[in-house]
């Protein structure tokens, strides 16, 4: 397990050696708490839960200060399960950093994306509309047809129509990670994540095998 927790401070863009802008995501990683050990033993496998963000005691309810209470550590806001591989040890109470990345290494970076509200077809599924001429004065920003009539009779589950737009869990994969400053907690990776400014982040090491390409 290489993760941790951290928040979107924005974007900015930094020159790489050749002298070429590269567009990066300034991310403040941690730190993070271990709150919770779970082993294969007692729960049938093995994860740590970190916390993330401190809080006045106050902002949280009571279960979740005897969760913090008992384990010795101060009351965080965010709490999230990330699973162990073979060999890896943690201590509950242990401190994590930035300092557990290595620039050149890949991260997958999990966050929700921004919220639109209410949304039609055209903003929400990039549909064209209606056409701009032949009479039609009303249909230009509209569905369409959405099903026949007396078959099949009914709208097919999964018909792209008008509804929320946004704000859903979203995974960007394999972001190079160009810049670790553990004394400020920051890294800064290579590109977008997703959410808005001081939105909560998930930085894991990259899972899926990336196929290196020569860059320039």
Partial sequence: ?????????????IFDKKGEVVPVTVIQAGPCYVTQKKTCERDGYAAIQLGYKEVKAGRLTRPELNHLSKKGVPALRYLREFRLSAGEEYAVGQKLDAGMFQVGTW???????KGCG???VVKRHHFSGGPKTHGQSDRLRAPGAISAGTTPG?????MRMAGRMGDARVTVHN???????????LLVVRGAVPGAK????IIREARKTRVSKRRG
């Fill in 198 to 201: 001081n939105g909560l982040l």
């Fill in 1 to 13: 397990m290489t993760g941790i927790l951290g928040k979107k401070l924005g974007m900015s863009q």
């Fill in 175 to 185: 972001l190079e990670v160009l810049v670790v400053d553990p004394e400020r907690g």
């Fill in 154 to 158: 009914r709208v097919f589950k999964g």
């Fill in 118 to 120: 209410f949304a039609g």
């Fill in 107 to 113: 991260v997958d970076v999990t966050g929700s994306s």
